[in-house]
């Protein structure tokens, strides 16, 4: 049975993650705002449009918040140390025969490099498959991405393959490496397996591109 009202509260040392609000506007707009070049290389963007450095985080939550009651996604904030550090969003939840969804996540830069991320992705995708009843949880990264790639690396995701120009992202068609975990791969929880050391080294020969680099260099065609 799949489980899905609200997003839950969880949290890992100085590290929570809870059902982001409306209140939240005026926090993620200052930190998308303060942390443009840091964010920019990896946000979505629609065809033929530039991006305006305006937000209206306001209409974004209420977005979230629609596809949490509908069933569909689950809009969580990150905080460090009670603060507001970044956001993590569980997509495209679907049931029955596929059972899965997807993730998707930033932290503000000062936040970076203090086990935020990986923390947060961790509690989410341990309820997602566990309370939550799912099977599957995916995460796509653009090869660039060396932080994010860290992330499901030292977790523990499995490398599935590479989607040619997947996403439009900083304004044009982005290969996405794609990762994902379901419940028989698990023989304890996400967050212990890492927090505890028993997480097999990565083995990044598999990537068929090469990883890190500029990411606003000409995407291959």
Known sequence: MLVFDT??????????????????????????????QWLEPWEATLPGSRSS???????????????????????????????????LNVAGISGGALS??????????RFAGRGATPTAVALVADHLLGPAGLHRVEICIRPENEASLRVVEKLGFRYEGCR?????????????????LVREELAEPILERWQGGRVPPFDRSVYPVPVGGDPRRRPSR
């Open 164 to 180: 040619r120009r997947y996403i439009h992202i900083d304004g044009d068609w982005r290969d996405h490496l794609c990762f994902a």
């Open 100 to 109: 899965s969804s997807t993730i998707g996540y930033w932290v503000a830069q």
């Open 53 to 87: 450095g305006r937000f209206d985080t306001r209409s974004s939550i209420r977005s979230l918040l629609e596809s949490e009651r509908d069933g569909t996604g689950l809009a969580f904030a990150i905080e460090v140390d009670g603060q507001f550090a970044g956001q």
């Open 7 to 36: 997003a839950p509260r969880l949290s890992s040392g100085a590290v929570s993650v809870r059902g982001i609000r409306m209140r939240d506007a005026k926090a993620l707009e200052a930190e998308l705002v303060g942390n443009r």
